[in-house]
């Protein structure tokens, strides 16, 4: 399979809630969660359990965990390519449906302007 390209999404007001999101975590956890965005770019949709989950609405979850914390990063496809739609988040039991309504809602914003909506990886120094 063809290593799938990451887009990390973007705020209308230009900031990018997953790398804000990252730059909060301790080393160690940006470190696990590099390591599943690594993955997805490497497997793409043959990403699964326990890495990767399919939630609802077209969106996924890549998984991770530190401790006794889960880590979850929301994502969907476009096309080939992955996009990283929402902030990182933490659980305990499911993921809320309001994280899941933040990245459809995203999802929806970057179809209508990818170029807009639209940050690289690279360049962020985590």
Known sequence: MPRTDITIYKDDDGTVPLV???????????????????????RGYELRRPTADILDRGIYELRTR?????????????????????HGCTKKGKVPDKEIDKAVENLEKFRQAPIAHSSDIEGFGL
């Open 20 to 42: 804000d999101w990252l730059r909060q975590q301790s080393e160690k956890v940006r470190i696990k969660c590099f390591t599943v965005i690594n993955e997805l770019q490497g």
């Open 66 to 86: 530190y401790g006794t914390v889960n880590y979850r990063i929301l994502y969907a496809f476009h096309g080939q390519n992955a996009v990283l739609l929402s």
